[in-house]
């Protein structure tokens, strides 16, 4: 699915004959993008609970602002960003908590949305920033240049991520397959 094709803006002619866009409807934008948000950030933080959580809030946010989220070049990648930092927060809030409480808390097994169970392994393997680039760029088939841009970072920063990504997930693979 391309993330890219699925938003454009659209233009239209103001008072002045200059091009201006218009901005679609919050509901149409929601339709359109909130599962793809969403399965891109459970993947992304490997939680389908906080991913949850997080595109709820991240869309509830874009809806408070949408006269300006609307115009964004990639609305969807604004969305996503603001809830993988939202989901961040929440994670090191609940791992502060953790240690000032010394609990053992066990994380609840949750369905998981990658099919391969090898390739979760791998997935687990690679921070949140590599695993981020590697979300966007073949979950959601986003270019180098959208990636950069949803995630605030370089377009060279999103080459070197995605090969970084990649080979260590081509490794953890390989090891996977001489072991069994």
Excluded: C
């Excluded at 094709?5 to 339709?31: H, I, K, Y």
């Excluded at 408070?64 to 990648?77: E, F, M, T």
């Excluded at 066990?106 to 680039?133: E, G, I, K, N």
């Amino acid at each position: 699915m391309s993330g890219e094709s699925e938003f454009e803006q659209v233009l239209e002619l103001d008072d002045d004959g200059r091009l201006q866009p218009v901005s679609m409807a919050f509901e149409d934008f929601f339709a359109a993008h909130h599962q793809a948000v969403l399965s891109a950030l459970a993947i992304t933080i490997d939680d389908p609970e906080l991913a949850r959580d997080a595109a709820a809030e991240a869309m509830t946010r874009a809806y408070q602002r949408w006269g300006d989220v609307s115009l964004h070049r990639n609305p969807a990648g604004w969305v996503y960003r603001v809830g993988l930092n939202w989901a961040r927060s929440r994670l090191r809030k609940f791992r502060r908590e953790v240690r000032r409480h010394d609990l053992d808390l066990d994380r609840p097994v949750l369905p998981h949305p990658v099919v391969d169970p090898r390739l979760d392994a791998a997935m687990a393997l690679l921070s949140v920033d590599h695993r981020a680039v590697v979300v966007l760029r073949f979950h959601l088939d986003w270019s180098e240049a959208t990636t950069a841009e949803a995630l605030g970072i370089a377009p060279g920063t999103v080459k070197s991520r995605t090969s970084r990504a990649l080979s260590r997930l081509a490794e953890a693979l390989e090891e996977t397959d001489a072991d069994q």
